[in-house]
């Protein structure tokens, strides 16, 4: 299928798209956070099917717009 990422990918400047499992498991989120993530609009995902897709590029995109931890800064768990 066309939506279908090899699992040995790691180049997400490709074209293509993430599935929301691959997603959540490439950037370690969970299913709950993914959707509060694309309700809030910070995120783009696609609807084929069944099937809730992440374009590559939208996901890099939501990557690089997250907040940067500073080396000096306490970070609570």
Request: charged fraction near 25%; charge should be positive; aromatic fraction near 10%.
């Amino acid at each position: 299928m066309l939506y279908q990422i090899p699992a040995s990918s790691t180049d997400i400047d490709d074209d293509g798209a993430f599935t929301r499992q691959q997603f959540c498991q490439r950037y370690g989120i969970g299913t709950t956070t993914f959707y509060e993530e694309v309700k809030a609009k910070r995120l783009v995902a696609k609807k084929c099917g069944a099937r809730t897709l992440v374009p590559r590029s939208k996901a890099r995109e939501w990557l690089n717009a997250l907040p940067t931890i500073e080396g000096n800064k306490s970070v609570a768990a």
